[in-house]
């Protein structure tokens, strides 16, 4: 998760990557960083992409990662 300063204030930004190909898999950007913001980019980026079965969720393991929601 990154957090933005913009001239409004602060946006939050979780990226999902595929970090063998390095590539963007999806993005959510939101004003409050919520478990509820990432998991909107998590579920989003699993439905987009397919995975197939073991695929490894490797996050930063903040707080909203971190949570029994999530």
Not at 3 to 13: F, I, Q, V
Not at 14 to 34: E, F, K, N, P, R
Not at 35 to 54: D, E, M, Q
Request: aromatic share 12%.
């Amino acid at each position: 998760m990154r957090d933005l300063k913009t001239g409004e204030g602060w946006l939050y930004l979780a990226v999902v990557m595929d970090l063998y190909s390095h590539g963007l898999v999806d993005w959510h950007i939101s004003t409050h960083m919520t478990t509820n913001f990432v998991i909107k980019a998590f579920k989003k980026a699993n439905r987009l992409n397919c995975p197939t079965k073991g695929l490894l969720f490797h996050s930063d393991r903040g707080s909203q990662y971190t949570s029994k929601r999530f």
